[in-house]
């Protein structure tokens, strides 16, 4: 079985998904339903991404580390960043 998690924060408040799978490829179809399925009103939050992330083929085969968020940010923050390293 495979857990997946996916919090959305904002204003104080946070949500947090989870599905179950038999396999990776069962759970991530779940989670793109579950996010797909989410209404929250009146402040932005991080589903879009969630969704983005979900989708990634690498994500999908399981292949990351902790660079890979840094392929979905803007490129001025990506550009901050490097700055930053």
């Not at 799978?21 to 779940?30: C, H, K, L, P, Y």
Request: hydrophobic content about 40%; cysteine-free.
């Amino acid at each position: 079985m495979v857990t997946l998690y996916v919090h959305a924060a904002g204003n104080g408040g946070h949500g947090q998904e989870v599905t179950y799978g038999r396999d990776r490829t069962e759970a991530i179809a779940r989670m793109n339903r579950a996010l797909g399925m989410f209404v929250v009103e009146g402040i932005h939050t991080s589903i879009p991404l969630q969704q983005k992330v979900m989708h990634d083929p690498d994500f999908q085969a399981g292949v990351f580390d902790t660079n890979f968020i840094k392929r979905f940010m803007p490129a001025e923050r990506k550009s901050k960043q490097l700055a930053a390293d």
